[in-house]
């Protein structure tokens, strides 16, 4: 079963880090690319950032670049994001998601994970 | 950045048809995907590559891109297709080049 589980959410101070962690099994981590996408609460879908499945290309949203940095361990079968500097606004539960190519550059999202929820507030 | 305009919500009875719209600029020529979320849900793509559909979702979901507009068509709608909605492009002029729509609340009368 093709599977992706998140993990280190919690709470954190405003101008805090956190680290997201991703773990992927059922399918072959290392062919796909990745991505995190986030949901405030009561709010819609945001796309964070990608990550190519060599890991060489990279994009950020604006609201998180220089802020936020996306990585894998294609050994581990893991994905990360390293977040910095959080603000209140980040709050939101932060899902993964393998992205299925339908051509050599981009494709739809499938599946995702289930989510991990970060709380920015003091 | 390119925007993608979805009506915050659509409400239709069971059985009958429900369109929810997804409108950028020149869309048509973008592979656009849908996603349906349920409360407390994850998404799941119920649409991809304008309309194509992954395994073990139903006919009675299909998808249609035209000019500045894409579509997902729900036939048939049932209680439990009450979910949001969203449409997703990539936008291959940008550095951030994936992009949700808002979102559309399908509530089923």
């Known amino acids: 079963e093709v599977q992706l589980v998140e993990s280190g959410g919690g709470l954190v101070q405003p101008g805090g880090s956190l680290r997201l962690s991703c773990a992927a099994s059922g399918f072959t981590f290392g062919i796909y690319s990745m991505n995190w996408v986030r949901q405030a609460p009561g709010r819609g879908l945001e796309w964070v950032s990608h990550?190519?499945?060599?890991?060489?290309?990279?994009y950020y949203a604006d609201s998180v670049k220089g802020r936020f940095t996306i990585s894998r361990d294609n050994a581990k079968n893991s994905l990360y994001l390293q977040m910095n500097s959080l603000r209140g606004e980040d709050t939101a539960v932060y899902y993964c998601?393998?992205?299925?190519?339908?051509?050599?550059?981009?494709?739809?999202?499938?599946?995702w994970g289930q989510g991990t929820l970060v709380t920015v507030s003091s | 950045s390119y925007v993608l305009t979805q009506p915050p919500s659509v409400s239709v009875a069971p059985g009958q048809t429900a369109r929810i719209t997804c409108g950028g600029h020149?869309?048509?020529?973008?592979?656009v995907h849908w996603y349906q979320q349920k409360p407390g849900q994850a998404p799941v793509v119920v649409v991809y590559?304008?309309?194509d559909r992954p395994s073990g979702v139903p006919e009675r979901f299909s998808g249609s891109n035209s000019g500045n507009t894409a579509t997902l068509t729900i036939s048939r709608v049932e209680a439990g297709d009450e979910a949001d909605y969203y449409c997703?492009?990539?936008?291959?002029?940008?550095?951030?080049?994936?992009?949700f729509g808002g979102g559309t609340k399908l509530t089923v009368l």
């Open positions: 990550i190519s499945s060599t890991g060489t290309t990279i």
């Open positions: 020149n869309i048509g020529s973008k592979s």
């Open positions: 998601a393998r992205e299925k190519l339908i051509t050599m550059l981009e494709g739809y999202f499938d599946p």
């Open positions: 590559d304008d309309s």
């Open positions: 997703q492009v990539w936008d291959s002029s940008s550095d951030h080049p994936r992009v």
